[in-house]
């Protein structure tokens, strides 16, 4: 990490990738508390992330060739600035009539985070070397989920004590700095050459890369089973809080802010597993936290006094420890088995596909905890998680060798190198925050 940080691209852009995360933590929760308040809701709630996650499918595409065709640089300050106008509108809301507003920012927040989330893919593999790729991840991880020990306190903490306005304008300064930290970095980005492909050949090359390259058709297939159910947890977080423990809906942010703590260990070994298994088991493994940890979910539904909360708690660790193991591994065997000039349209492919099912798996959740409560849903998300790992587990794939890195694209300026003039970078991989490929943190 020490060599890491003495890079001051990989630095700045470690600074961008911590503050964005910081800004979307904070309102991603606010938001779903926001709407539960307004409405009493629980499942309106859970549709707060599902018209975040929506924009991904209709979105991602297009944001794949913005990627792959403009100066990132450019195109990341511009959509920074385009965040922060957007997530202003949301102190228009006065009652419960305006929730409409709130889905409609969060929609175009999503819209905005698959933008940047394709053009940050190509970034991280431009200024970190590729034997570094694992420790960026990891640590990007590490401070993506060890946030919740502090976002969740801080979004749900003002919200309670003084309303949505701070949280809004907050968010609203996060995408301000993450477009001054861009416009600082120095690394040289030569403007993408046209194509004289068919736009329809151009717009999918992404998924033809994904399904001709065995390892990324796997992880696909086996992250794809894992989302089917995973959306549920969503609403069936709100349902633990108010019904099975019968604490506010205020009180998800400690939930979340426990998890951090399992996250923080796993972001900080993620690296080091992976040089000795893998990404691909990786990934497994880190699924298998997830199936854990949600058994624990179910406890205030079998017992009463103290004890549910704790083993909520344990459960809360043990998933938050699995998320940047599965993060990690998928993110960089993505990195280092796509060309440069592919990685736009590549995490696009990811985004238009988890983007489709992640929202089926949201609405179907805030169904299902509505009719049958919050139990059978999170069991399904133990069997299903269970299945995917060991199917990704079982895969024949060899670690990833130093060697396999994409390549850079004509004039742009490796890691090290002197840059003859100011570059055009983004901030982070996978939007604001660091995300599976294609998916808002």
């Known amino acids: 990490m020490k060599h890491l940080w003495g890079n001051r691209n990989a630095r700045l852009y470690l600074t ?20 539960r308040v307004l409405t009493g809701s629980n499942a309106e709630a859970g549709l707060t992330f599902f018209f975040m996650v929506v924009p991904q499918v209709v979105a991602s595409p297009l944001a794949g060739v913005i990627a792959d065709r403009f100066r990132r640089r450019s195109v990341m300050v511009v959509f920074n600035f385009a965040g922060a106008a957007v997530v202003l509108l949301l102190l228009l809301v006065r009652g419960p009539g305006d929730v409409w507003l709130i889905w409609l920012v969060m929609a175009i927040y999503g819209a905005i985070g698959t933008v940047t989330s394709a053009a940050g893919t190509a970034l991280l593999v431009t200024v970190v070397p590729g034997e570094e790729l694992g420790q960026a991840n990891g640590f990007l991880q590490t401070v993506a989920e060890g946030m919740r020990l502090v976002t969740p306190l801080v979004g749900a903490g003002l919200f309670a004590a003084f309303g949505a306005a701070p949280v809004v304008d907050l968010d609203a300064a996060t995408f301000i700095a993450a477009a001054g930290l861009v416009w600082a970095m120095r690394v040289h980005e030569a403007l993408p050459a046209r194509t004289e492909e068919h736009w329809l050949v151009e717009t999918t090359a992404g998924f033809q890369h994904v399904w001709r390259t065995i390892e990324l058709r796997q992880i696909l297939l086996g992250l794809l089973m894992v989302l089917t159910v995973v959306g549920f947890l969503e609403t069936a977080a709100f349902a633990v809080v108010t019904n099975g423990l019968h604490r506010p809906a205020s009180f998800v942010g400690v939930i979340i802010s426990i998890q951090g703590i399992g996250a923080v260990a796993g972001g900080l070994t993620a ?15 880190g699924i298998v936290g997830i199936a854990v940890g949600s058994i624990f979910l179910v406890a205030p539904a079998l017992m009463s006094g103290v004890l549910p909360g704790l083993l909520v708690g344990l459960g809360a660790v043990i998933l938050g420890f699995g998320l940047p193991w599965t993060l990690v591994g998928a993110i960089t065997l993505v990195q280092r088995r796509t060309p440069l000039r592919l990685q736009g349209r590549v995490d696009a492919a990811f985004g238009v596909l988890f983007g489709a099912i992640q929202s089926i798996s949201i609405a179907l959740g805030a169904i299902l905890v509505g009719v ?25 794939v060899p670690p ?33 925050s660091a995300s599976l490929p294609g998916s808002k943190g």
């Open 372 to 396: 049958l409560g919050y139990v059978a849903p999170i069991l399904s998300v133990v069997v299903v998680c269970g299945l995917g790992a060991a199917y990704l587990y079982t895969r024949p």
């Open 271 to 285: 690296a080091t597993v992976m040089r000795r298994l893998g990404e691909t088991r990786l990934t497994a493994l």
């Open 16 to 35: 961008g990738s911590v503050v964005s995360t910081f800004g979307d933590r904070v309102l991603f929760l606010a938001a779903g508390i926001w709407v």
């Open 400 to 432: 990833l060798t130093d060697d396999d890195q994409a390549e850079p694209l004509p004039g742009t300026a490796l890691p090290g190198e002197l840059p003859p003039s100011l570059g055009q970078l983004d901030v982070a991989p996978g939007g604001r």
